[in-house]
């Protein structure tokens, strides 16, 4: 399976916490956020409403 890299930003709410990851696989790791399989500062300060991406060719 080829990666498609891309940088995002989540937030808990409109004017909210604000988190920015990089992964492979924007679906999937968007998914994991909303369901709170990923332990630590996102799931803390309940950050799960994906508002910003952008796809790169290679990993930044």
Do not use: C
């Amino acid at each position: 399976m080829s990666k498609q890299p891309a940088v995002y930003i989540l937030a808990s709410s409109e004017r909210g916490t604000l988190y920015v990851g990089v992964t492979g696989n924007l679906k999937l790791r968007v998914w994991e956020h909303k369901e709170g399989l990923v332990a630590g500062f996102t799931s803390r300060y309940g950050i799960k409403r994906l508002v910003w991406y952008e796809w790169f060719a290679d990993f930044p």
